[in-house]
């Protein structure tokens, strides 16, 4: 690696990372020799057809699936279970249906022990900025799909984590509300210099989003194609409707077609 | 649901007390027709007068009764939920326990009772330990189906926010278990009333259990009635009182805590 300050500049690196499942009667290969970095400050979509073993790549990412190969490093040190500068969003919004929206936000502090008062400021920062304010009190079966993804942002950024992992969030959504969250994450992006993975199967989402697209091929998955999204930011939404934009997905939909022939 | 039927005035089930008045007016007149013996069944009346001539004894012998089905009953929840608890939090000490808590279950444990005497005596300790035993099970199978019924995604995202096992247990597997154990909860409150009176039955000497024994020994067969009544009320207070704390927490849990 020739970049000198590696342990500063990296938040993840994937190094010749393989994952088995021990099923039987055959074993399962889900991870085939991956290696890649995010920067400090870098969006990396990972781009692939469901099923394909993105999802495996990000739990051991979020240090709740171990590798079986290689290694997984997080700013310069082995990877040992769950990180606590690590913010992780799920498929679903997973918000616990007894509390409160406010309540689910603090819950990664109230895990890891943090008094209340300390995050409460930046809670209700979050809450406001994704537009739940006057929520607060409210209990997630009030909410619409969109709000309870939109408070499940808020707990993976609450205790300020520099890398976010997000499995697929929006695409329990429908198609309206999925371009709606696509907005709110951008508008968040902007401001902050977290560095993120964004697992999705939506090559719009994907561009729109990210600095860099990382094509995962079929089973056992592993890094098929990295294109590196030329697009300015700040971005904004109404980027996706440039002829740019349209060449740009058109090019990766002929990779991932070409990768599945 | 249950909150709104609490917060709107209580509306009185007027269909089933129209049905409970009718097999009232039909047992009376069944007994003044075919002129049935008094000693095989009294008519509601005879009952009543029973009721009321032997209030103050009966009221002493409820005492007994609803004193020790409600403490068995505190006591059978309590352990039957650290029971389900340690059989949560240790693989090997369910894997141990929980085949013979199934088996127990199955046991028709009323029969279990004189032994009980055998081993406690006459009285109260006997009484209650028979009580507990036979109310515990329906608490402890309940809640531990609660606790493992759990939803895997939330624990992953405990898991995933660095929680610990004992920490996921807490915030996610207990509440979970909530609705699981007050319907275990439920089933234990009518038990406990089953297990005080049988232990009442054979091995003491107060209690409703015991007066109905007594009465049976003078052919009081209106005092059994009576006596049956009471208990029927005693234990419809303690499985109202339950789904009352039920809807209690079921209001609070949640919105702040």
Known sequence: ?????????????????????????????????????????????????????????????????????????????????????TGVMFQDATLLPWLSVLDNVLFPATIRRIPRAQVLEAAMRLIETVGLKGFEGARPHELSGGMRQRAAICRALVLDPDLILMDEPFSAL??????????????????????????THSIREAVLLA???????????????????????????????????????AHLRGVIAGNMA | MS????????????????????????????????????????SPGSVAASLWQAAPSLARHALATGGAATGAFLVAVLAGMVLAAVMMLSPLLNRLLYPNLL????????????LFVVWLGIGLPSLFAFAVFVSIFPVAV???????????????????AGGSEWQAFRYIR?????????????????????????????????????????????????????????????????????????????????TRR
């Not at chain 1, 039987?24 to 969006?43: K, T, W």
């Not at chain 2, 027709?33 to 095989?40: D, I, K, T, Y």
């Not at chain 2, 089953?194 to 007594?214: C, D, H, K, P, R």
């Open chain 1, 1 to 85: 690696m020739p970049e000198a300050p590696a342990l500063i500049a990296e938040a993840i690196r994937f190094d010749a990372v393989g994952k088995t499942f021990p099923t039987r009667p055959v074993p399962l290969r889900a991870v085939e020799s991956v290696s890649f970095a995010v920067r400090r400050g870098e969006f990396v979509a990972i781009l692939g057809p469901s099923g394909c073993g993105k999802s495996t790549l990000l739990m051991m990412a979020a240090g709740l699936e171990t590798p079986t190969e290689g290694r997984l490093e997080r700013g310069g040190v082995k990877l040992h279970g769950p990180h606590r500068q």
């Open chain 1, 174 to 199: 429908d198609a309206i509300t999925r371009d709606e969250m696509g907005d709110v994450l951008l508008d968040l992006w902007q401001h902050t210099q977290k560095s993120a993975i964004f697992v």
């Open chain 1, 211 to 249: 600095d860099r697209v990382l094509v995962m091929s079929r089973r056992p998955a592993t890094v098929a194609e990295e294109l590196v999204v030329p697009f300015p930011r700040p971005r904004t939404p109404a980027l996706a409707d440039s002829a740019e934009f349209g060449a740009v997905v």
């Open chain 2, 3 to 42: 909150v709104s039927a609490l917060a709107a005035p209580a509306r009185l089930p007027w269909l089933p007390l129209l049905v409970g008045a009718g097999v009232l007016l039909a047992w009376d007149l069944a007994v003044r027709l075919a002129q049935v013996p008094q000693v095989l069944l009294p």
């Open chain 2, 103 to 114: 088996l127990f279950q199955l046991l028709p444990k009323v029969a279990l009772g004189p």
């Open chain 2, 142 to 160: 309940g809640t531990l189906a609660g606790l493992r019924a759990a939803d895997p995604s939330q624990l992953r995202m405990c898991r995933a």
């Open chain 2, 174 to 254: 207990l509440p979970t278990s909530m609705p699981y154990v007050f319907a275990g909860a439920k089933v234990a409150a009518t038990m406990a009333f089953t297990g005080a009176t049988v232990g009442e039955f054979i091995s003491a000497n107060a209690g409703l259990g015991y007066m109905v024994m007594q009465a049976q020994a003078r052919s009081d067969t209106p005092l059994i009635f009576a006596a049956l009544a009471v208990l029927c009320v005693l234990g419809a207070a303690l499985y109202g009182a339950v789904g009352l704390a039920e809807d209690a927490a079921r209001r609070r849990w949640g």
